[in-house]
């Protein structure tokens, strides 16, 4: 079978549900468009901040869409076969992941913008309150802290590409902190003079690019610069890196977040748009098995390890933490969360489906 066959299918089955069953949820919900939001009723333009659902999509998907959707795809494929896994992508985006954020983001948007933590807390037990607050937390410590280590890592040494290539770690470091800069800057210009949104898009994005161009020869090598060894060096940008996460929470939307995750889901769109001509006019067919085993090779069984192997790409709880915390303060009408909630679960999962096909070409 054809890499382009299934991933038409993908989208086939992806612009077919949100149109047919996202309309279904909206009417379900009871979305109403004229019903005042908290971004509308509460804006302070610090944390409430009300903007248009198509640049509110690009900085939710970025916030969604890491590492998750492109790792657990590929590991649950090589472990189970490519069908399960490409199955549980396209069901469970639709049904279930995709109705888990769209349902997040309502329920924080009529309880105030509050965090799902204080939905919750209104409507069940203080003991399913408190154990549910618990697990949050620790989720959020752990992956807070897994990947501010592996950003650090990233920024010190030299980073061997899968093609062979060499980049610099402190040129990733570079280049990071030009596109913060950047973000800062655009975040700046908008609030402070007439630049349109539209304007400050076409200049900052290449200028993106221009930074990840130009950071490897300006690179931030904290090993030389202070006399150190790389593992020092990686645990500096460690203490960096969780300082940087205190400033960005307590910043306005509108200096960091908003102009950050604008940008960066542009890159998101890019690199799948990517991913997808390359399966296009790569030619490739399937090359690895439909189904494996029911037992993978490490002796853990195919339920539940394949349902929490692909998490981001299917369905994932931490995507209602950032429904809740950040983009339902940003919801700028009620009807928005179709294409913010459910349409950027059903991206990820295109993400997901993507990142299977590599599965299929590299085996």
């Not at 915390?325 to 969360?337: F, I, M």
Request: glycine share 10%; charged share 10%; net charge neutral.
């Amino acid at each position: 079978m054809s890499l382009v066959l299934i991933v038409a299918l993908v989208a086939v089955c992806f612009l077919l549900a949100y149109h047919l069953y996202g309309s279904l949820l909206v009417r379900l919900l009871r979305l109403n468009p004229d019903r005042a939001t908290p971004a509308i009723e509460l804006r302070d333009d610090v944390d409430y901040v009300p903007i248009d659902p198509k640049f509110l999509l690009t900085q939710h998907f970025s916030a969604i869409a890491a590492a998750g959707p492109i790792v657990g795809p590929i590991l649950a494929g090589i472990m189970f076969g490519w069908l399960p896994a490409l199955l549980w992508i396209v069901l469970g985006s639709i049904f279930v992941g995709g109705v888990h954020d769209i349902g997040a983001l309502v329920a924080s948007v009529r309880h105030k913008a509050r965090s799902i933590m204080e939905v919750v807390r209104e409507n069940m037990s203080r003991r399913a309150y408190l154990l549910f607050l618990a697990f949050v937390w620790i989720a959020l410590i752990y992956i807070i802290v897994a990947f501010t280590d592996i950003v650090a890592g990233s920024f010190v040494g030299v980073q061997t590409l899968e093609n062979g290539m060499t980049v610099s770690g402190g040129g990733i470091a570079s280049s990071s902190l030009l596109y913060l800069g950047l973000a800062v800057l655009m975040g700046l210009l908008l609030r402070y003079t007439k630049l349109s949104l539209g304007w400050a898009t076409a200049i900052f994005l290449p200028l993106v690019g221009v930074a990840i161009w130009v950071g490897q020869y300006i690179p931030l090598d904290l090993a030389k610069l202070i006399g150190i060894t790389d593992n020092q060096a990686h645990k500096v940008w460690d203490v960096f890196l969780l300082a940087y996460c205190f400033v960005a929470s307590i910043v306005p939307m509108w200096l960091l977040l908003q102009p950050r995750g604008h940008l960066g889901g542009f890159f998101l769109f890019f690199a799948l748009a990517g991913g997808m001509l390359g399966i296009i006019f790569g030619g490739k067919s399937v090359q690895y098995p439909a189904f494996t085993h029911w037992v993978a090779s490490n002796g853990e069984p195919l339920f539940p390890l394949l349902f929490i192997t692909i998490a981001c790409g299917a369905c994932s709880g931490f995507h209602a933490i950032i429904a809740s915390g950040t983009t339902s303060k940003q919801l700028r009408r009620e009807t928005d969360a179709k294409l913010v909630g459910y349409g950027a679960m059903l991206m990820e999962g295109m993400v997901a489906a993507v990142a299977l096909c590599c599965v299929h070409d590299v085996v």
